[in-house]
């Protein structure tokens, strides 16, 4: 079988779905039904976060002061809209591995970048002790550097 190694496709991991073994044919049509069964759920997900950010926005809009947002109102909403741009993105990645078979590795960083942006945004400088701030900009510096290594090359 022909490898998927070419330009035209982002740089991923092809997965070969086709065996001569029947055995194996049949355990990569199990993986495939569970990855569909995934999709299915991070559309759930997907409909309950949203659900749950109007649900969030109404109570703080409709608590004293009416109308008005504290800060932290505002953060807890950026960080629940993120979370659901976030299941979108996972949802995306789900599609893409069902249409090509491929991972898109680039889709997957750039999610991962999401996810880490999601949680800087939200930080409360209040709580949280210097080593987990370190740890959080290596991984913000390790999945930027990636992610630019990654998109260089094509």
């Known amino acids: 079988m022909e490898s998927n190694n070419s330009t035209d496709h982002e ?7 086709e065996h001569e073994d029947a055995t194996v044919r049949f355990l990569h049509r199990i993986i495939r039904l569970a990855v569909k069964l995934l999709a299915i759920l991070m559309v ?17 809009l409709t608590e004293p002061p009416y109308l008005l947002l504290k800060i932290n109102d505002i953060l807890a909403t950026f960080g629940a809209f993120l979370a659901v741009l976030i299941a979108i993105e996972i949802f995306i990645n789900i599609r893409m591995y069902l249409s090509t078979n491929i991972i898109p ?3 997957v960083i750039a999610t991962a970048l999401m996810a880490i942006a999601r949680k800087v945004i939200i930080l409360d400088f209040d709580v949280i002790s210097p080593p987990y701030l370190y740890g959080m ?12 290594l990654i998109t260089k090359r094509t």
């Open 11 to 17: 740089p991923g991991h092809d997965l070969h779905l």
């Open 44 to 60: 759930f997900v997907i409909v309950w976060g949203i659900g749950d950010v109007i649900y969030v926005l109404y109570q703080r």
């Open 105 to 107: 590795v680039r889709l």
């Open 137 to 148: 900009a290596g991984i913000v510096i390790s999945l930027g550097i990636t992610y630019w």
